[in-house]
Structures are given as structure tokens and as C-alpha cells.
């Protein structure tokens, strides 16, 4: 018996990483530990999930399960660590970068919101990098979450060229993009620094 967490694609690395041979006991504990998650019931599911872990640290699928446990428990930070050791264990295991790079742009929001600006930039500046590094595995959204979030962070410290070019990045990874349209047309026809074909420009995307 193995695990079932491989998938088509992965690089023979990820494969033996999951495709290791698993008792029927270590099964059922994954099994209950995914099934707590389900119930939001956070602290037995991170109880089973280390129990695995102590047992077989580099098992992904179990340091995303952890990671979860952690951010609904409200441990954000070690919730992000052990997803950074769920993609490191398993470069190919998409879920970890995904699930990251969600922590990463609700936690820049959470200190652009504080008046945080530079712990903003890096959290989404880390979630760029993962997009770049694990093309592919993450969904655009995410990059165009990061992507808003920094044009809002430059922004505010008064970079508004490099502010237009992440509002309008983030406009085209959307599959709407109507917020980063706004912004941008807020920026351009508010701001000195902003020609009056940049302002015809946008009002032009804008109808």
C-alpha cells in the first residue's frame, strides 16, 4: 500500500516523497486529520497532524494539514512556516505554494491596514516571488491579489509610477479587474505626476 497524495506530472523527487509505503494506521491518521479539518475542528487536527509529522517530517501533504490547523487557530505565522515546509519538502506539491500565497496577501492586508507599509510590500513581494518560482502551480488571482496590494503599499509611500504598474498588472491577471481599474483611474486623474494622455487613457479603459 501506498499513499494516494501523488499526482500525474510531479518531478521523481515529489513522487517518492508521497509514494512511500504507508501502514493502514498512518492512513486512517491522515485520513482523520484532513477529516477534523472539514469539522473546523483545528486543535485535534493539528494534534494528528504532528503526531504524522513526528513520524515523517517531510510528508507535505500532512505540513499543509498543520498549516491550516494553525491559521484557523490563529497561529499565523507558524501556519505560513509550515506551509514554506510543505513547498520546500515538495516543490511540486501546488497546494502548499497556493495556500501560502493566500496567508501572505490576507497577512499584507492585515499590516497595510495597520499603517504598515513596508511588512506589507515584503508579504506580497513574497508571494510574487512564489508565482515566478512555482509557475503554474498558483492560481492568478493570487499574484493579482499581490500585485493590488502593492500598487495600494507604493502608493502610500508616494511611488505612484510603480503603483500604475502593479494596479494595472493586477487588472490584467484578474479575470475582472474592475477594483485595480478604479485605483488606477483614481490615481491618474488625482495625481500632478500623470500626463494628460495618461489621464485619456485610462478613462478610455474605464467606458
Known amino acids: 500500500d501506498y499513499s494516494q497524495d501523488a499526482h500525474q506530472g510531479d518531478e521523481p523527487a515529489g513522487q517518492l516523497r508521497r509514494l512511500r509505503p504507508l501502514s493502514g494506521k498512518f492512513r486512517d491518521k491522515v485520513d482523520r486529520a484532513r477529516s477534523l479539518l472539514q469539522k ?3 486543535g485535534e487536527a493539528l494534534k494528528e497532524a504532528q503526531e504524522l509529522l513526528d513520524k515523517h517530517p517531510m510528508h507535505s501533504p500532512m505540513l499543509v494539514a498543520k498549516g491550516k490547523a494553525l ?23 501546488g497546494e502548499a ?19 504598515d507599509v513596508e ?13 515566478i518560482e512555482h509557475a503554474g502551480l498558483i492560481p492568478a488571482t493570487r499574484e493579482a491579489d499581490a500585485r ?19 494596479f494595472e498588472a ?8 474592475d477594483r485595480a ?4 483611474a ?3 486623474l488625482s495625481s500632478a505626476n500623470f500626463s494628460d494622455a495618461d489621464k485619456e487613457s485610462v478613462i478610455e479603459q474605464a467606458l
Do not use: C
Open 97 to 115: 505554494h497556493d495556500e501560502l500565497a493566500g496567508m501572505l496577501n490576507r497577512a499584507g492586508g492585515i499590516v497595510l491596514a495597520q499603517g
Open 181 to 184: 481599474q478604479r485605483r488606477m
Open 40 to 42: 473546523s475542528k483545528a
Open 119 to 131: 511588512g506589507a510590500y515584503e508579504r506580497y513581494r513574497e508571494v510574487l516571488l512564489l508565482a
Open 148 to 166: 493590488y496590494g502593492l500598487g495600494i503599499a507604493l502608493q502610500r509611500s508616494g511611488l505612484e509610477r510603480e503603483a500604475f504598474e502593479h
Open 170 to 177: 493586477a487588472a490584467k491577471l484578474d479575470g475582472k479587474g
Open 71 to 93: 491559521a484557523i487557530l490563529g497561529e499565523d505565522d507558524a501556519a505560513m512556516e509550515a506551509m514554506r515546509a510543505a513547498g520546500e519538502a515538495d516543490p511540486q506539491w
Open 186 to 188: 483614481t490615481l491618474v
